[in-house]
Structure formats: structure tokens, C-alpha cells
């Protein structure tokens, strides 16, 4: 059984599309998570939704849109696709967050997105 | 400017061999943890520490968190081939992670 899946595994496309990740996580987890990797395998928090709330937003650029249909989804939607947004981005899902509570992270296969 | 840094940030060695991996930060944290990370996959957890100076053996892996809650280091034993990987170090304060720089080894047999 696949913890937390995300599609597509990889995402070639032109710069200037829209283009969107999906993640889906199985455990039962209140928080979810979008991660960007950069080619320095530097991970960077994008995002956090706890609830389906929104609680961390990293000054993503506002082309990027998670949304959050359920507790289980978080999706990634990227507007006017830009070359520096190539990376791979990640998603994970822990327990609730709080602010100083630890909890372990799952993460997802991760997805490989190249804008050219 | 990084919150936290890894060092080495690469470190090749033999099948045998110790070594130890720094992360460190000006920066207190509420816990610190450490994961793991190979090729096409997301990074696997390996030890959260919570309390400062506090020591954690997982096999022959060793952890430590700074007594000001601001360092750990990853000391592992007699490393192997499977240990090849990606490390990274990552504090956790208000809501969110921050992940280190990242040490890349690798272990030749």
C-alpha cells in the first residue's frame, strides 16, 4: 500500500503553461505538505495545510495554488510556467502540526518537473 | 542565508570506515530530525531528538542534539554500502520544517 502518492512521477512541459500535481495520502494524517527540490537537492517548504487550512505559505510566488479538496488530497497547481520553477517538488503528510510539536513526515516518490 | 548547514557537504569513503555528519544553526529548534534520501525517492525518517544533549543509536547510526538545541551530528560505525545516500538534517519551529543543506555519501566496497 502506497503511503503518499503523488502523479505525475514526471512533467515535461513548455514555459508559459498551467500545469497541476496531485497527491493523495492513506494514513489518515491532518497535515499535508508541498516540498520544492531544488538541483542542489536543497528541499524548501512551499506549503501546509492542516485541515484543509491553509497555515504555511512560503512567499510562493502567487502562480502557485494548492488546494485542498479533503484531508487525504493536496494538490499543486502551477500557473504561467516558468523556467526557474523546474525542480522536484515533493508532498508529504505528518499528525497535526503545531508549533512545537514534532511529528514524523511521509513523504511522497516526488514529482520531476522540467519547464523548457 | 541557510538556517541550517550540513557539513561535509559531499563525502565519499570506504566500506569500513566512520565518519560524522555536522548540522548546525544559529537558530533553536523545538526537535530535531534526520532523514534519509536515495535517488527517485522522497527522504525516509531516520531519529527525531527532542531534548538538548540528548544521544539516540539506531544500529550503527549515532545522534546527537546540541545541548542549546541549535547542532546534531550523525556519527555512523564501520559505514557500508547500503548507507549510501542523501542526509539531511531538519529543525522544526513554528508549524513548518527547515531542512539543511544536505551531505551526499557515498560508500565504496
Known amino acids: 500500500d502506497t503511503a503518499v502518492s503523488q502523479t505525475p512521477k514526471y512533467l515535461v512541459t513548455q514555459m508559459g503553461n498551467d500545469k497541476s500535481i496531485k497527491c493523495e495520502q492513506n494514513?489518515?494524517?491532518?497535515?499535508m505538505y508541498w516540498y520544492k527540490q531544488d538541483s542542489k537537492k536543497f528541499l524548501k517548504i512551499m506549503f501546509s495545510y492542516n485541515n484543509k487550512e491553509l497555515i504555511i505559505n512560503e512567499t510562493v510566488p502567487n502562480r502557485f495554488s494548492p488546494k485542498s479538496p479533503d484531508k487525504a488530497h493536496l494538490n499543486l497547481h502551477i500557473n504561467s510556467l516558468e523556467l526557474g520553477d523546474s525542480a522536484v517538488y515533493f508532498c508529504a503528510s505528518s499528525q497535526e502540526a503545531s508549533a512545537w510539536s514534532y511529528n514524523e513526515q511521509f513523504f511522497g516518490p516526488g514529482t520531476r518537473l522540467t519547464v523548457l | 542565508t541557510q538556517l541550517l548547514e550540513q557539513s561535509p557537504q559531499f563525502l565519499s569513503i570506504q566500506e569500513g570506515e566512520n565518519l560524522t555528519v555536522y548540522c548546525n544553526s544559529s537558530s533553536v529548534f523545538s526537535s530535531l530530525q534526520w532523514y534519509r534520501q536515495e535517488p527517485g525517492e522522497g527522504p525516509v525518517l531516520l531519529v527525531t531528538?527532542?531534548?538538548?544533549?540528548e544521544v539516540k543509536k539506531l544500529k550503527r547510526l549515532t545522534f546527537q542534539f546540541g545541548d542549546a538545541r541549535k547542532d546534531s551530528s550523525l556519527h555512523i560505525t564501520a559505514a557500508q554500502p547500503g548507507d549510501t545516500g542523501l542526509y539531511l538534517c531538519?529543525?522544526?519551529?513554528?508549524?513548518?520544517?527547515?531542512f539543511g543543506t544536505g551531505t551526499r555519501l557515498k560508500v565504496l566496497a
Open positions: 494514513l489518515g494524517h491532518d497535515t
Open positions: 531528538v527532542v531534548t538538548g544533549g
Open positions: 531538519a529543525g522544526h519551529r513554528d508549524y513548518k520544517y527547515i
